[in-house]
């Protein structure tokens, strides 16, 4: 589950997006959103954080990953 980060966006969408970096994982998700949410502003806030930050990955179930809880 390398290259693997968690999204936020304005405490409505949460999900996964597969990324080198932190930036890049960003910019994959505001591109995505551009092309698929007619009402997604540019400026709106995305919070991207590592699957280790919060405890969202489990190391004893790899296979795990926890989006929103």
């Known amino acids: 589950m390398d290259d693997i980060w968690l999204y936020e966006i304005s405490g409505e969408s949460w999900g996964v997006v597969k990324a080198e970096t932190r930036e890049s994982a960003k910019a994959k998700v505001r591109e995505a959103y ?35 809880g």
Request: aromatic share 12%; with cysteine.
């Open 34 to 68: 551009k092309k698929h949410d007619t009402q997604y502003c540019a400026n709106t806030p995305i919070i991207i954080k590592s699957k280790e930050e919060d405890g969202n990955w489990f190391s004893d179930a790899p296979d795990v990953l926890e989006v929103f």
